[in-house]
């Protein structure tokens, strides 16, 4: 069962929505329930992110396909698993921005030097970029 849930100044847990406490009212009292703990990630910053993806690939020449485009993006950016082949060849695979597989935090911090690369590599002024992305989500 997954709910979410909200901590109060008081250190306890309380469900956010009725849905949430709908599945609460399920719980036996008094009983121990092992809980996982995570923060979810915030759908407008992912949003965000792929608005920014789209508005570089709109104002460059340089690549035809927009996956690529994202993913030489967050490789650059540092967020990578690096292999070696069978011919002795280093591989680099970006990795998953989903939201099982990155933090906020860490989902934060990519979009962040993503912002840094598109400014290295396209010229692009990062407040003019900032100001901009907003237009397209």
């Known amino acids: ?12 847990l ?13 719980l ?3 009983n121990e329930y092992l809980v996982e ?3 979810p990630r915030n759908i407008k910053f992912h949003r965000k992110f792929f608005a920014l993806i789209n508005m570089l690939f709109d104002n460059q020449e340089q690549y035809k396909n927009i996956e690529r485009l994202r993913k030489d993006l967050i490789i650059e950016a540092g ?9 002795g060849e280093i591989k680099r695979e970006a990795k998953s921005v ?19 690369v ?3 590599y396209f010229h692009f002024d990062k407040q003019d970029i900032i100001d901009n992305v907003e237009q397209y989500f």
């Open 79 to 87: 967020y990578y698993d690096e292999w070696v082949d069978l011919n």
């Open 118 to 120: 598109i400014v290295q």
């Open 1 to 12: 069962m997954k709910l979410y849930v909200q901590k109060q100044l008081n250190g306890s």
């Open 28 to 30: 036996k009292p008094n």
């Open 98 to 116: 989903s939201f099982a597989k990155m933090s906020e935090m860490e989902f934060s911090e990519l979009y962040s030097r993503v912002v840094d």
């Open 37 to 39: 703990i995570k923060q």
């Open 14 to 26: 309380v469900p956010c929505h009725n849905s949430d406490w709908e599945k609460a009212k399920k």
